[in-house]
């Protein structure tokens, strides 16, 4: 009878275990604790309080003022009854409290970065989110600085300094938080800057590992359990044999984007940026590891596989674009897949335990290239649009900011769909030779870009992963610069750079309601469950970033060169938005 009661308490131990899980993840799933909301990178919310049927009724609950004026790339987070709004430089963190009327002010962290990044950013003075964890709040700085602050005080418990200025090293990344480790990343590919991916102790802020974008393999912390699929990826010392004599060392491959996590796996997923320079007459090679996604252990940061999207990248393509992890049916067979929107064109499907490429289907206008070989990995470029010195090639499509650039898709698990917002230009180009001084660009191309097929410049699409196709499409007047936001009322948000906060019917992309901030929008949309219940939208406005660099910078329209050609393409942008910094937060009434 003991032994019966004692298996009895246990069961009902263990059943209440289960229901305090239960209720935790009910109240944690209102929630936005990092950047994507998940480590599979879904950024799907699961509220649905806000639906197809209600959203034409949401209204403005409250507006915040980053006090900044550049572009505003990040997305809040929200974890409790507090919202954290990190600004571009000087990188100002907010903790408003939403259990009060208007979100009022409960601190404001200065981190107070060194000035001269500013005149060594790339593409505007952004920052693309924070992280929680374990009661702190993670930030990045232009000028490379990572920092953990008391979520609660907002006083600051310790900084690192990962990145020199001097070379033209920045970092504009969210950070990603895994287990007891910090994970960020570098900027500077368009100043020769050599990429790579930190791994910092959560506790004390020290380097826990570093592994290089290029390289011999012990820098590039590739050892015996390296099992790249692919024999284009198998070889010693890849990082420097592909690259001719010791270019490697300003070859680029920063790691600027996102970084996604299987728990179950325990591997981290990330892209690696462009090599450098832009022209690629000047590096003869592969250029490993470059343009490409990796697959690490957490712990060590050892590398388990590698692919190369753009090998020996022609159009500065990169590969650091969002990794959403899925387990889904795919073709005929239950899958553990990895889905990547690649500025190149094409929506990569693979394997994400092992790296092999399922489906690469173009989801925009290409020219470049002519497909990716399956049973190779091998991207088919089209040698009529290869770059050559001293002649302008037409026509190349899509652009250098990609099909797609940073700004992240979503998925919907209902609908089955991922939610791509993107652009529709295509460019000129001219190449030239260009020699390497430290903090100076290193690009030695000159592109002017304009609207592809259509004459619109922006779309947001919806994928549906299984068929490889799109289901339905949005044209837009400019690209579409901004994150999306999938939510389980069937909804799908996402911004304009003309200033429009737009909600769609996820299933069939009907518009259901929009609103006209006062500048142009570059955020992340986010959803939340307030103190009171009710369910919130969130995004930041804020023109700027790459694309709207002739609003954020002043820059003259008359230079189609201008943000390396993005200008040619954005004349316009100055008679439909000014600068900005805007928090704007939604509810039903």
Known sequence: M?????????????????????????ANDGEWPMAARDYASTRFSPLDQVNTANVRNLKVAFTFSTGVDRGQEAAPIVVGNTMYVVAPFPNYLYALDLTKPGAPMKWKF???????????ACCDLVNRGVAYADGRIFMNTLDGQTIAVDAS?????????????????????APLVVKDKVLVGNSGGELGV????????????????RAWSTGPDSEVLIGPDFKPFYAADRGKDLGKTSWPGETWKIGGGNVWGWISYDPQADLIYYGTGNPGPWNPEQRPGAN??????????????????????????????????????????????QRKVLVHPDRNGYVYVMDRLNGQVLSAEPFVHITTTEGVDLSTGQLKYNPQKEPRTGQVVRDICPVSPGGKDWQPSAWSPRTQLLYIPHQNLCQDSETYDVSYIAGTPYVGLDNKMYPGPGGNRGLFTAWDVAAG??????????????????????????????????????RSGAPLWQFKTGSGIIGQPVSYRGPDGKQYIAILAGVGGWAGAIVSGGLDPRDGTGAAGFVNAMKDLPQYTGKGGTLY???LP
């Open 153 to 173: 005080s907002g006083k600051e418990i310790w900084r690192t300094k990962l990145g020199n200025i001097k070379k033209g090293e920045t970092i504009t990344m």
């Open 110 to 120: 200065e981190p107070n970065p060194d000035a001269q990044s500013q005149g060594v």
């Open 288 to 333: 490993k590891w470059t343009s490409g996604i990796f697959a690490r252990r957490p712990s060590d940061g050892q590398a388990r596989w590698y692919y190369q999207y753009s090998p020996h990248d022609l159009h500065d393509y990169d590969g650091v674009n969002e990794n959403v992890l899925l387990d889904i049916p795919f073709k005929g067979k």
């Open 469 to 506: 196709r799109k289901r339905w499409q949005i044209p837009e007047r400019f690209p579409v610069w901004s994150g999306a936001l999938a939510t389980a009322g069937d909804v799908v948000f996402y911004g304009t750079m003309d200033g429009w906060f737009k909600a769609v019917d996820a």
């Open 585 to 587: 937060v939604f509810a």
């Open 2 to 26: 003991r032994i019966r009661g004692l298996l009895v308490h246990a069961v009902l131990a263990a059943a209440a275990m289960a229901g305090m899980e239960a209720r935790a993840q009910l």
């Open 194 to 209: 050599r990429g790579w991916l930190v791994a910092l102790d959560a506790k004390s802020g020290k380097e826990a590992w």
